[in-house]
């Protein structure tokens, strides 16, 4: 009964899956692939805190160090579970009301959006209303790319500090 008086959110809640994929970074079975390179990660110490992030981080840095032996479906991979995880991290930290949409959904929003290219890099946005958008895989994806110039520690202090002003 008091269900019906739950504040529903107006787009696609897409939260229970990107949980699900942001939990394949610390335990894979069940998975369709295990991480790749997992013997850098510590799952005991993935706990959602900010300060695991420096661990995923790090873990960057070796996909970065051995990118060019990483098949398209691992780095894929490793940026949906890195991507999926840090957005957790931002949303269990943030008082902002935050969850997850799809890039479709995020395009009805705020037509501004379709400048970013629809890839794995924006399958899954982490939203919060009006039109406050945060890209955590396309940050995995920069980091790989750039490195630790784009921390997603870094990312999330940021959104943080913002949200709990």
């Known amino acids: 009964m008091f269900s019906l008086f739950k504040k529903k959110n107006k787009y696609q809640d897409l939260s229970k899956t990107v949980v699900a994929v942001g939990q394949f970074l610390i335990e894979d079975t069940g998975s369709d692939m295990p991480t790749p390179l997992k013997e850098f990660l510590d799952p005991k110490k993935l706990d959602f805190s900010l300060e695991s992030l420096k661990l995923v981080d790090s873990y960057l840095d070796e996909v970065r160090k051995q990118e060019k032996d990483l098949s398209e479906d691992k780095l894929i991979k490793i940026v949906l579970?890195?991507?999926?995880?840090?957005?957790?991290?931002?949303?269990?930290?943030?008082?902002?009301?935050?969850y997850w949409i799809n890039y479709d959904h995020a395009i009805v929003i705020d037509p501004l959006v379709k400048s970013f290219e629809k890839s794995v890099y924006t399958f899954y946005i982490l939203f919060a209303e009006p039109r406050d958008f945060v890209f955590p895989l396309a940050k995995v994806g920069k980091y790989i790319e750039n490195g630790s110039e784009d921390s997603l520690y870094f990312l999330a202090i940021s959104i943080l500090s913002s949200d709990n002003k």
């Open 81 to 98: 579970r890195c991507g999926a995880y840090c957005g957790e991290v931002i949303r269990k930290n943030s008082k902002k009301n935050r």
